[in-house]
């Protein structure tokens, strides 16, 4: 028999194995949250999916999916800057569903609540409102304008850490975990006089980047105080709360794609 609805997760899929780790903890948060909202016994189920290099795949969890629910709301786990969210993960649903209707849940307002997280971490990490903040995530050169963007969207909902300059430092597997861009922007902070900063490490979980290279880094400035916000942006219960409420407003109130039909079969009109 089909079922009414679920929740598919689509993230990127790492290498790493502990941020798989982490991604595994959020969706237990997330499920937990997703029953605390639902009347007894109709939370919809969820499935984890990634879109490369981890398993189970987002595309073939949606063809094994498809027809055993009528209605798929497909939640986009990208919490940094990337094309997939916007453009693989809606392809990918056009491409691989033929029986059950689908819609993307609208991430919208996820800069505020990154914002949120950053000032938080910026906060535990020791730094003080007004030092300049240098953001350092994985970044990409075909997409640096984005993470340019995020880093300005950060800073914005950063609330008394947004005072100050922000600036964003690629590194992680696009320059080989490179400490360099960081390295360069401590100097020219250093050059201009600032004896002050703090580092925010924009990754979803903690890796040898965190805990090797980025205090590497602070060691070579001894004349800079600098201090480093929380490691990473996972755990976070705001994001549970906020991707559990999303989904679900999403399943009553959002738009549905209607499915293709297989080749050589018409679709049914209801």
Not at 42 to 65: D, G, I, N
Not at 77 to 88: A, I, M, P, Y
Request: charged fraction near 20%.
């Amino acid at each position: 028999m089909k079922q009414n609805q679920a929740i598919v997760i689509a993230a990127h899929g790492s290498r790493n194995p502990r941020w798989v780790a982490a991604l595994r903890e959020w969706e237990a948060g997330f499920r937990r949250v997703l029953g605390e909202l639902s009347a007894p016994g109709e939370a919809p189920p969820s499935h984890l999916t990634f879109l490369e290099m981890t398993e189970p795949l987002y595309s073939e969890t949606l063809r094994r999916l498809d027809g055993q629910f009528e209605r798929l709301a497909i939640l986009p786990l990208f919490l940094t800057k990337s094309s997939h969210g916007g453009v693989d993960v809606p392809h990918e649903a056009a491409e691989n569903l033929r029986r059950s209707a689908w819609s993307v849940v609208r991430t919208d307002d996820l800069p505020a609540l990154l914002g949120a997280n950053a000032a938080r971490r910026l906060r535990e990490g020791g730094a003080r409102p007004g030092d300049p903040v240098v953001v350092s995530g994985y970044g990409a050169s075909a997409h640096g304008h984005l993470w340019e963007e995020l880093t300005g969207e950060l800073r914005a909902h950063a609330g008394p850490f947004g005072s100050a300059e922000w600036r964003f430092a690629p590194a992680g597997h696009f320059l080989d975990d490179s400490a360099r861009p960081l390295r360069e922007a401590l100097e020219a902070l250093l050059t201009g006089g600032i004896e002050r900063a703090s580092i925010l490490p924009l990754y979803v979980a903690v890796s040898s980047y965190q805990e090797e290279l980025i205090p590497a880094m602070v060691r070579e400035f001894p004349s800079m105080h600098v201090a480093v916000g929380a490691p990473s942006l996972l755990p976070d219960p705001a994001i549970e709360q906020w991707a559990a409420r999303a989904t679900l407003r999403t399943l009553s109130e959002g738009v549905f794609q209607t499915p293709t039909p297989p080749p050589g079969k018409e679709q049914a009109v209801s």
